[in-house]
T-cell receptor
Framework: GQQVMQIPQYQHVQEGEDFTTYCNSS?????IQWYKQRPGGHPVFLIQ?????EVKKQKRLTFQFGEAKKNSSLHITATQTTDVGTYFC??????????FGAGTRLFVKA | NAGVTQTPKFQVLKTGQSMTLQCAQD?????MSWYRQDPGMGLRLIHY???????DQGEVPNGYNVSRSTTEDFPLRLLSAAPSQTSVYFC????????????FGEGSRLTVL
């Protein structure tokens, strides 16, 4: 079945350092989404990528979708304490189901 | 506009008891789904629905039942709770069936003793 793998599981950074989380699928994805979950909260949608090789930016966040539509990454430049939380990728393979990766929990030390 | 509303927020059950987690959305979304979240395992899809009267299984459907009699409501039933069902449960919906942003409820924390 469809699987979405995400690494690393945890990342500790000093405030101001960069952060990247990677997502890989065993099958070709029709789209990939990224969500952020603050501690104790619920996942909140950040962005959706649909096209092969697509790159989107939101302020300090850069999202990429691989050429083969099987991998994606989220890069945060110059992390801030407000970036703390768990980042999830979630993919679809053309059907209705949205399958989530295990998430990367980001810790930022001031 | 309330969005996605889940009740209860917290529940403690004994093994073998039954209960229903409620989920309601007021955005006229076609698609609704249930996930469970366990440490280190992300969000795993339990069941989903693409419209009233239509449900299907996700990644971890065993031990759970769902129904979708209206567009707004998508309850999740545990017929005989087990300790392995201790988790945080999230309901999520989206406007169209096959793509787009998922809107999550605030979650229901369930403990089965």
């Amino acid at each position: 079945g469809q699987q979405v793998m995400q690494i690393p599981q945890y990342q500790h950074v000093q405030e101001g350092e960069d952060f990247t989380t990677y997502c890989n699928s065993s099958t070709t994805l029709s789209n990939i989404q990224w969500y952020k979950q603050r501690p104790g909260g619920h996942p909140v949608f950040l962005i959706q990528l649909v096209k092969s090789g697509e790159v989107k930016k939101q302020k300090r966040l850069t999202f990429q979708f691989g050429e083969a539509k099987k991998n994606s990454s989220l890069h945060i430049t110059a992390t801030q304490t407000t970036d703390v939380g768990t980042y999830f990728c979630a993919g679809q393979t053309g059907g209705f189901k949205t399958i989530f990766g295990a998430g990367t929990r980001l810790f930022v030390k001031a | 506009n309330a969005g996605v509303t889940q009740t209860p927020k917290f529940q403690v059950l004994k093994t073998g008891q039954s209960m229903t987690l409620q989920c309601a959305q007021d955005m006229n979304h076609e698609y609704m789904s249930w996930y469970r979240q366990d440490p280190g395992m992300g969000l795993r899809l339990i069941h989903y629905s693409v419209g009233a009267g239509i449900t299907d299984q996700g990644e971890v459907p065993n031990g759970y039942n769902v129904s979708r009699s209206t567009t707004e409501d998508f309850p999740l039933r545990l017929l005989s709770a087990a300790p392995s069902q201790t988790s945080v449960y999230f309901c999520a919906s989206r406007r169209v069936r096959n793509t787009g942003e998922l809107f999550f409820g605030e979650g229901s924390r369930l403990t089965v003793l």
